[in-house]
């Protein structure tokens, strides 16, 4: 099931916090061609799924990684 509650506002309500503010920022990122190349890869079974599986990381740790160097987290993802 996905958590509708960020774990960070689950911690403050824990605290007895139900009140704050913060600054954030949202990025949306779109993979151009990622469905086209989804079923593609699909079509190779284990290996593909594992072949998208690395892309995605490496398309994404980068991003998140700099996310947290900076202090901040990540809510979730979407797609």
Sequence with gaps: MHQLVPTFILQK???GEYRGEFKAATMFADLSGF??????LGKLGHH???MLAALMQSVFEPLVG?????GGFVVGFAG
């Design 13 to 15: 309500i824990d605290a």
């Design 35 to 40: 469905s086209t190349m989804a079923d593609a």
């Design 48 to 50: 593909g799924s594992e």
């Design 66 to 70: 700099s996310v947290y160097a900076q």
